[in-house]
């Protein structure tokens, strides 16, 4: 039996998982988004982003189980 090997933007848990601390994080922060919002949310999430992506990343790669295709 061949196993199947998802790339990580195909996992729901991945996806679901940034969404929920950069909402969060967002929260915490005090934004709310509207349309003058656009280009400081831009750059808070990119910055956040940043380093929780990496952090996740790191993680994600030491406690995997099954290899990247």
Do not use: F
Not at 7 to 16: L, M, N, Q, R, T
């Amino acid at each position: 039996m061949q196993s199947y090997v998802k790339p990580w933007y195909a996992s729901k848990a991945v996806w679901g998982g940034i969404i929920a601390i950069a909402s969060a994080a967002l929260g915490t922060a005090g934004y709310t988004i509207g349309p003058e919002d656009a280009e400081t949310l831009s750059v808070l999430l990119a910055s956040i982003g940043s380093g929780i992506g990496s952090l996740i990343a790191i993680y994600g790669r030491v406690t995997a189980k099954k290899a990247i295709g």
